[in-house]
């Protein structure tokens, strides 16, 4: 057990690292739990504090490309261009490891996840470590992810002894996850960097393998991200009739449903996409806290990140798939 504390001390942070301990740490998407990646004793630990399935694989955070190369064997032909254009920033390659990643970091596979995050009190903590951060996002498995310190308090607290509080995570939406395959690019989870912006970039088509069965990246699996109360999506006019006489949460895009609601979150009154990524999750877990029967949510617009939006309200949803 520890005293959690919250604080904005790299050299406290640092500290516990070195010393094989976990720290919460911001990103521009979400808050990770992170760990020396290069040391598997310390790693093992994001897996007992977070309760995760050992054979669910971590993404290792560096704040350079150059910081890549002892990690990976090769450089697949499109991923260096890539990171050249989004990073730092929202975008994870699943690059052919090194013998120098511990084979708890990838669960066995021989590709390794790899993120350059763009927050900058993480990247000056990774400045100045030696190592790697594996980091998964600091919920407990399965649970909304974290945007802000608090959050990662109210799931984590006694478990880990450091937050680095790095204020509400500006994009809100975990990394895009992105594969290669000879010369294919694939996309294995969304996010905010949207599939039109990846082809331009590459210049060929993008393919997605989102499976929800077999995934490549596990978080795909269908009961993630997932509030406590029941999450049901659809039309939201329809659904509180449906569900008239239970104490209502209205998780709403654009518009106000107040009068049919007995709470009623409205994400962007602007219909701002990017805005309403970034309130998603500390909207489903505001809701979650209020003690509803029921949180009631919208499709949102199925272009840019309100694709990768409608992945994650999908994977809330209820009744949940266990698979
Ligand atoms: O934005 C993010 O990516 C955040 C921040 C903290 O960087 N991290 C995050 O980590 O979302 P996590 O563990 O919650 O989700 C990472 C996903 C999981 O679905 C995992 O299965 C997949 O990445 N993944 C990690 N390593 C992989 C590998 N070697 N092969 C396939 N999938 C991998
Ligand atoms: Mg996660």
Same mark, same amino acid.
């Given at each position: ?10 050299? *406290?942070?640092? +500290?516990?690292?070195?010393?094989? *301990? ?5 990103? %521009? ?56 254009? +989004? ?32 927050? =900058? ?5 990774? %400045? ?11 919920? =407990? ?19 880990? =002894? ?45 393919? +997605? ?8 990246? =596990? ?35 654009? *518009? ?18 990017? %805005?309403?990524?970034?309130?998603? +999750? ?42």
């Amino acid at each position: 057990m520890f005293e959690t504390r919250i604080g904005v001390d790299l050299e *406290e942070a640092r +500290f516990w690292l070195e010393k094989g *301990e976990l720290v919460g740490i911001p990103t %521009e998407t979400v808050y990770g739990l992170a760990a020396n990646g290069l040391n598997p004793i310390a790693v093992s630990k994001i897996y007992t504090v977070k309760q995760r399935p050992q054979f669910n694989p971590l993404i290792l955070h560096v704040s350079n490309v150059n910081k890549i190369a002892p990690l990976v064997s090769e450089w697949p032909s499109k991923s260096h261009l890539l990171y050249t254009h +989004f990073s730092p920033g929202p975008i994870t390659c699943l690059l052919p490891k090194s013998d120098d990643v511990p084979d708890i970091i990838t669960a066995g596979s021989d590709r390794v996840a790899i993120r350059i995050p763009a927050h =900058p009190l993480t990247n000056a903590l990774l %400045e100045t470590i030696e190592f790697p951060l594996a980091a998964p996002s600091a919920n =407990p498995s399965g649970y909304v992810s974290p945007v802000s310190a608090d959050h990662v308090f109210e799931g984590l607290a006694g478990k880990i =002894p450091y937050i680095l509080d790095g204020g509400i995570c500006q994009v809100g939406l975990e990394s895009t996850i992105i594969g290669f395959e000879n010369d294919r690019v694939i996309v294995h989870r969304l996010g905010s960097i949207t599939a039109d912006q990846l082809k331009t970039i590459c210049g060929q088509e993008i393919q +997605f393998e989102l499976s929800h069965s077999s995934p490549k990246a =596990p978080g795909q699996l269908k009961s993630h991200y997932a509030t406590k109360t029941p999450l049901v999506v659809g039309d939201i006019r329809s659904l509180c009739q449906e569900y008239e006489g239970n104490r209502l949460g209205v998780l709403s895009f654009q *518009e106000d449903y107040s009068k049919m609601a007995t709470i009623n979150l409205v994400l962007s009154p602007m219909g701002s996409l990017s %805005e309403a990524a970034a309130g998603l +999750f500390s909207a489903m877990r505001r809701l979650d806290a209020a003690g509803l029967d029921i949180i009631i949510t919208e499709k949102f617009p199925d272009t840019g990140v309100g694709m990768a939006m409608n992945d994650r309200i999908s994977r809330a949803a209820y009744p949940r798939q266990s698979e």
